[in-house]
Nanobody
Framework: QVQLVESGGGLVQAGGSLRLSCVAS????????MGWFRQAPGKEREFVAA????????YYADSVKGRFTISRDNAKNTVYLQMNSLNPEDTAVYYC????????????????WGQGTQVTVSS
């Protein structure tokens, strides 16, 4: 069982930056693939980024590539999402998720989810 708690969301102006954090419980954090997803009002939950257990394997949605960076610190059981050059289209609730085995972009492939953190980007 893994419990995930996100933090770091907030209100930011277009062009600004935020860093989201997700702290996981459990002793086997390093063996989990970690992902970030987001869901805007009236839209489906969508993939943002994922990182493998090795930390060198990272994957991004085309919409955030070059602006967002996912990283993890296995010693702190934490995964981060650094978000730069934010625009209003990035406004959503951001969720952290965990799964074992391979990296996946489908939300349904993830077994564990955090409660979400709101990110609002004003124009």
């Amino acid at each position: 069982q893994v419990q995930l708690v996100e933090s770091g969301g907030g209100l930011v102006q277009a062009g600004g930056s935020l860093r989201l954090s997700c702290v996981a419980s459990g002793r086997t954090f390093s063996s989990y693939v970690m992902g970030w997803f987001r869901q805007a009002p009236g839209k489906e939950r969508e993939f943002v980024a994922a990182i493998g257990w090795s930390r060198t394997s990272t994957y991004y949605a085309d919409s955030v590539k070059g602006r967002f960076t996912i990283s993890r610190d296995n010693a702190k059981n934490t995964v981060y999402l650094q978000m730069n050059s934010l625009n209003p289209e990035d406004t959503a609730v951001y969720y952290c998720a965990a799964r074992q085995n391979l990296v996946a972009r489908n939300p349904g492939a993830y077994s564990y989810w955090g409660q979400g953190t709101q990110v609002t980007v004003s124009s």
